[in-house]
């Protein structure tokens, strides 16, 4: 490219830095809509994101909470659940399948 030499709109090269320009903008605004912001290296859900990725109903949710199954906090009216603990949750609820069972 020479010193003084103008580049336009046109020209094939801004024309590749615009669409990667635009590509990484759109990778940015994804991960933007579903990244979940740390507090203290925890990531806390609502009831509702909860449900969703269990696929749960909000009064079996409700029994986890009182039977003890799910810890939660609650702060006003809100009420939070650690990723953690429901990963613990499922950890500790699951039912492996007995090898012979495989075996057959």
């Given at each position: ?72 906090y609650k702060i006003g009216g ?27």
């Amino acid at each position: 490219m020479a010193e003084n030499e103008i580049i336009t709109r046109e020209d094939p090269q801004m024309q590749l830095f615009s669409q990667l320009m635009e590509s990484t903008l759109k990778k940015l605004e994804r991960y933007c809509s579903t990244a979940r912001p740390m507090l203290n290296g925890e990531v806390y859900l609502s009831g509702e994101e909860v449900c969703s990725q269990l696929r749960l109903s909000t009064r079996t949710l409700q029994e986890y909470r009182n039977s003890g199954t799910l810890p939660f906090y609650k702060i006003g009216g809100k009420i939070l659940y650690k990723q953690s603990d429901i990963q613990a949750m499922l950890e500790k609820h699951y039912n492996p399948i007995p090898k012979k069972l495989w075996q057959e």
